[in-house]
């Protein structure tokens, strides 16, 4: 039996950040089910930071976390998380309504993005066709993140401050006795007065196993794809390019380009792969806008980004089980939150608070809180 005060499901970054966080206050054992943490959707971002991304909870928690991220504490990585790369919402005829809009609430939170005409989308992009592209809306503060050193920074705190973490440890079954939590597994039976579930897609089956009420999370898949630039083009400086209402997406990735239709299609939870049809459709309308021919992919993947119905995180202890703790439904946002993430999480166990700086932009308890959301 490993015994802890807090055992914490799920080995993404979602659970890394919480065990950095609470290891140096409380003994911490983190369960990953598969062989290394990172494995699912943490391993396949796009590794974007934006602060225009997500509703105004989501916003709120990007910008809470934009110093950690820019300013990681001594030791938390060899090199910086963030790196400059923009991103480009462009349009065509028939969607100045739409750009319209989209500069007026994006520029309401970050005073940088800007209207960008024709001309200059061209010059950012320039594979850009001349005859489809009429404006666009740029966030020019928009950064890369270093999704790998961001969750083994995370890891590495925890490791530091005594935090356990246990590979090829599902969770398989979960009960609470005498005022504790057992999660057997694999590796051995786990003991714990506090359990976080971290489970990421498989958050709600975490919750069913331990006989807590689902709360509607719901996995849903997304596809990328790489593919080589034209010969002779350098893109590492474009922006991420992003099409009208988020229909595609493409940005430099190490020499090659990310391409993705930015689906959202509702799964089970799973070990998600690539859609030939979705990558197919990506491809098409990548093409359809920009000179980019695409004739071989090299690589494909998916990923799932977990939401609740209202798109918003779901943190807090469940009020139908002492002591069951929900850290899920970060959706697409999981990277450029997760210092907020892990910070609230900490305070709301050891103190029952939000953090004051967080608070500060407007993330109350009960935003995040299970019970704002209807039992399933």
């Known amino acids: 039996m490993t015994d802890a005060e807090i055992a914490i ?10 065990a950095a966080y ?14 290394q943490p990172g494995y699912h959707a943490s391993g396949r971002s796009a590794a ?3 602060e225009t991304y997500g509703n105004a909870v989501v916003r709120a928690l990007t910008v809470a976390s934009r110093p950690f991220l820019a300013a990681p504490p001594e030791g938390f990585a060899e090199h910086p998380l963030l790196s400059p790369r923009g991103a480009l919402h462009v349009g065509t005829d028939g969607d100045e309504a739409w750009l319209a809009a989209l500069l007026s609430e994006t520029r309401a939170l970050v005073d940088s993005v800007r209207a960008v005409d024709a001309e200059e989308a061209r ?9 489809w592209v009429r404006a666009g809306v740029l966030e020019p503060d928009a950064q890369d993140i270093d999704t790998h050193a961001c969750l083994q920074g995370f890891l590495r705190v925890a490791r530091s401050h005594g935090a356990r973490v246990m590979t090829r440890a599902e969770a398989r079954g979960i009960a609470r006795s005498g005022g504790r939590w057992r999660v057997d597994t ?14 990421g897609a498989w958050a709600d089956a975490v919750a069913e196993l331990a006989g807590v009420p689902r709360r509607g999370l719901q996995p849903k898949r997304r596809t990328a794809f790489l593919f080589a630039p034209p010969e002779g083009v350098s893109v590492r400086d474009w922006p991420i390019c992003i099409g009208p209402r988020e229909a595609f997406y493409f940005k430099p990735d190490a020499g090659m380009i990310l391409g993705s239709p930015a689906d959202e299609t509702p799964s089970v ?3 998600a792969q690539p859609d030939e049809l979705d990558v197919a459709i990506a491809a098409d309308r990548i093409q359809a806008v920009a000179e980019l021919p695409i004739r071989r992919i090299a690589r494909s993947w998916a990923g799932l980004r977990t939401f609740a119905p209202d798109k918003t995180p779901v943190v807090g202890f469940d009020p139908a089980a002492e002591g069951f703790f929900w850290l ?10 997760a210092p907020a993430l892990g910070a609230i999480t900490a305070s709301l166990i050891l103190s029952g608070t939000v953090p004051n700086g967080i608070a500060d932009l407007g993330v109350a308890a009960a935003h995040l809180a299970p019970e704002r959301l209807p039992t399933a």
Do not use: M, W
């Open 9 to 18: 499901i799920g080995g993404g970054l979602a659970g890394a950040s919480a």
């Open 22 to 35: 609470l290891a140096p206050h409380r003994s911490v054992v983190l369960l990953e089910r598969e062989d």
């Open 48 to 50: 974007l930071f934006t």
């Open 123 to 131: 010059r950012l992009v320039p594979a850009l066709k001349p005859g």
């Open 186 to 199: 694999p590796a051995g039976p786990v003991s714990a007065d506090i359990l976080v579930n971290a489970a």
């Open 269 to 271: 939870p799973c070990d």
């Open 328 to 337: 899920a439904g970060q959706g697409g946002y999981g990277f450029q939150t």
